[in-house]
């Protein structure tokens, strides 16, 4: 199970910090990913982090403004959002999958998401 919250209203070039909890699995085995879907778009791709190796990836579209980041005593995966930008604004869902980090969708377990608003 995963669990994303954190998400709310903030004003372009604020910050927000998203935390997904997971359950039910061991966390250390599998890779986590953010991703994100705005009104009318398809969902797209923001960042994973491998449970291993610690091997991040992120979208060309969040590089040097996002943060993955794992707390393995929690099971947490946090996603630290800087300089954020209205076009940032999306339901921001997490997931897991096993063998390697990817940004593309074919992830196996979603969590429910947490909605972000940046305002310009």
């Known amino acids: 199970q995963l669990q994303a919250s954190g998400g709310g209203s903030v004003q372009a070039g604020g910050s927000l910090r998203l935390s997904c909890v997971a359950s039910?699995?061991?966390?250390?085995?599998?890779?986590i990913g953010w991703f994100r879907q705005a009104p009318g778009k398809e969902r797209e791709g923001v960042s994973c982090m491998d449970g291993y190796d610690g091997r991040t990836v992120y979208a060309d579209s969040v590089k040097g403004r996002f943060t993955i980041s794992r707390d393995y005593a929690r099971n947490t995966v946090y996603l630290q959002m800087n300089n954020l930008k209205p076009e940032d604004t999306a339901v921001y869902s997490c997931?897991?999958?096993?063998?390697?980090?990817?940004?593309?969708?074919?992830?196996?377990?979603w969590g429910q998401g947490t909605l972000v608003t940046v305002s310009s």
């Open positions: 039910g699995f061991n966390f250390e085995q599998y890779i």
């Open positions: 997931a897991a999958r096993l063998n390697y980090c990817s940004v593309s969708p074919d992830y196996d377990y």
